[in-house]
């Protein structure tokens, strides 16, 4: 209930590349130490003070809250995946595609190719929301 409440309180930001990194992996973790971070990033791997400044930033911007345990602390996300995810989307169809998703449907199929198949998902898709 209570990161619902944030949520209506809060301006979502846009985060970047090294913030979206972390945050896929407290979303897929759901709560996790910095050294659980650091561990499930890809190599290179950043060094610890690296990923735990992020993760400060991450708590400042409202994306991250955390438990503490003496000195180390144990974060979670407290803005929701499909939340953010929502936000993304809003943005790209507006900064890139006018606001319109016909706009954006058009450029997959023209640019990406896509097959009949994807083509007869999208088409139900749609059939299921007209009902």
Do not use: C
């Not at 896929?24 to 996790?32: G, H, T």
């Not at 809003?90 to 606001?99: A, R």
């Amino acid at each position: 209930m209570a990161v619902n409440l944030i949520l209506l309180t809060m301006e979502i930001r846009q985060l970047t590349r090294a913030e979206e990194e972390v945050m896929l992996i407290l979303w897929d973790k759901s709560k996790a130490f910095v050294r659980d971070i650091l561990d499930a990033m890809p190599e290179p791997k950043p060094a610890y003070n690296t990923v735990s400044t992020i993760i400060r930033i991450l708590e400042k911007k409202g994306f991250v809250g955390y438990n503490a345990y003496g000195k180390t602390h144990e974060y979670f996300p407290v803005v929701a995946k499909e939340e953010y995810r929502k936000f993304e989307m809003e943005q790209l169809i507006g900064n890139y595609f006018e606001n319109s998703l016909s706009e954006l449907v058009s450029f997959f199929v023209k640019d990406k190719k896509v097959d009949a198949r994807e083509l007869d998902e999208i088409m139900q898709i749609i059939a299921r929301q007209k009902k």
